[in-house]
């Protein structure tokens, strides 16, 4: 069932879809496309008056397009609302947890704000998501190398994860917070609860599905696929 037609660029324009993410809230679709731009469609905000409804029952949404955007095509795209990248990330957000109080009631939770990890073949950074009128969109270039499109995941401890040939790379906020040796080349990485599946081509060609959990640092399943 289509629930409602949304356009992102003019008719004259014509963009390749390769990777989505929408927010917890539903009030904000971030869409990457293969020439690497990032094109976010979000509920009008205003500082007087919280974004009332989702992007399905709002009359009044908004497309953006951010003035970063990747050299390649963008593989993955995933929200994150719980961490902070930095002191003075916290500090500007409380600033504007502030202000928004001040002007209306009950709009706490919409100052805070999302944070979206993005990557291509060739890089991996994070968006801070300010919810106000000016939508500014801050980039931080996090790695020097991306991933295949599908090989990345947020884990549940707001983690990003992104699965390269050499092992599960991790990141949270503005740092590299370490690597899981799982090798192979990657074809899909996954976090269900306090696991990662993650599958890879093996050096024979055949297919490895792996399960690790990375708190107890076990792999606590491995198979191999035969075509």
């Known amino acids: 069932v289509c629930a409602r037609t949304l356009q992102l660029t003019p008719s004259t324009s014509v963009e390749v879809i390769t990777a989505l993410a929408v927010s917890d809230e539903n009030d904000t679709l971030c869409i990457g496309c293969q020439s690497g731009m990032i094109y976010s469609i979000q509920v009008v905000f205003s500082i007087c008056l919280s974004p009332q409804g989702d ?76 919810p106000s009128a000016k939508r500014s969109h801050r980039y931080t270039s996090l790695d020097a190398h991306g991933c295949q499109p599908g090989c990345a995941c947020l884990t549940d401890t707001g983690e990003l994860v992104v699965g390269r040939r050499d092992g599960l790379f991790r990141f949270k906020g503005l740092d590299s917070v370490g690597c899981y040796a799982v090798e192979g080349e990657k074809q899909c990485v996954a976090s269900f609860k306090d696991c990662l599946l993650v599958c890879s081509r093996a050096d024979d060609a055949t297919q490895r599905v792996t399960i690790y959990n990375p708190q107890a640092h076990f792999i606590e399943f491995q198979g191999r696929l035969e075509r």
């Open 55 to 130: 992007l399905i029952r709002s009359k009044w949404v908004q497309p953006s397009a951010f003035e970063f955007h990747f050299d390649s095509a963008v593989t993955t795209l995933h929200f994150s609302h719980s961490e902070r990248l930095s002191a003075q990330s916290s500090s500007s957000a409380s600033s504007s947890a502030s202000s928004v109080a001040g002007g209306s009631a009950g709009g706490s939770k919409r100052s805070e704000p999302a944070f979206l990890y993005a990557t291509s073949a060739r890089e991996t950074g994070v968006f801070s998501l300010q």
